[in-house]
């Protein structure tokens, strides 16, 4: 069984027992997540999907940690004049993993 679901602006796929980096929650670790906003639920025979949310569908998940990406360099120059910029960023994140879907 799988299921998309939304959070942070952006959507995952996930299946039970996943390990997924989703956008920063103010949780604590071992906590445990539930994700409501489910967006399609599937398994081999059937897919259910939502308009714009399948209505009683859920996923439960715990909190491994929380961290920070790899950095990313921004890097802005105009060839014509002195102007070069450097800058540089690393997003936080949190690790779930999967505990189970219910649709």
Excluded: C, N
């Excluded at 445990?32 to 999907?49: C, I, R, W």
Aim: hydrophobic share 35%; no cysteine.
């Amino acid at each position: 069984m799988y299921a998309v679901i939304q959070t942070g602006g952006k959507q995952y796929r996930v299946s039970e027992g996943d390990v997924v980096r989703v956008e920063l929650l103010e949780k604590d670790p071992k906590q445990a997540v539930t994700f409501e906003q489910v967006l399609l639920v599937g398994t081999d025979a059937d897919v259910k999907v939502g308009q714009p949310t399948v209505a009683g569908a859920k996923v439960e998940a715990e909190v491994i940690r929380h961290g920070r990406g790899k950095k990313v360099t921004i890097f802005k120059k105009k060839k014509t004049t002195t102007y070069q910029r450097t800058q540089g960023h690393r997003q936080h994140f949190t690790e779930v993993r999967i505990k189970g879907i219910t649709a």
